[in-house]
């Protein structure tokens, strides 16, 4: 129903989820937040053309790409001090 009504007006959509699989078939771009207080510390670009095929398995590339660049950010364990991510 998002990508039905997404398609028709292309309002700008701010989705908030749990979800990497959700995340990455309606998104566009994927922020990151670190735990409280909150500040991005990832901003990906999702590199998939429109339309999306709801078929999972074209995210799962970019899902493994992620868990390997950035695997504390994906497991829920990255915290304030991570080196990984400096600025979060």
């Given at each position: 129903?998002?990508l039905?009504?997404?398609?028709e007006s292309q309002?700008t959509?701010?989705?908030v ?13 994927v ?8 500040k ?14 709801l ?22 364990l990255l ?6 991510f400096?600025?979060?």
């Amino acid at each position: 129903m998002l990508l039905k009504l997404w398609a028709e007006s292309q309002p700008t959509v701010l989705f908030v989820t749990h979800s990497l699989n959700e995340a990455l078939l309606l998104a566009d771009r994927v922020l990151f937040l670190s735990p409280r207080p909150a500040k991005v510390i990832l901003d990906y670009r999702v590199p998939l053309q429109r339309p999306r095929p709801l078929n999972t398995s074209a995210l799962q590339p970019l899902q493994a790409e992620l868990l390997q660049q950035h695997p504390a950010l994906l497991s829920g364990l990255l915290d304030r001090t991570s080196e990984e991510f400096p600025h979060a």
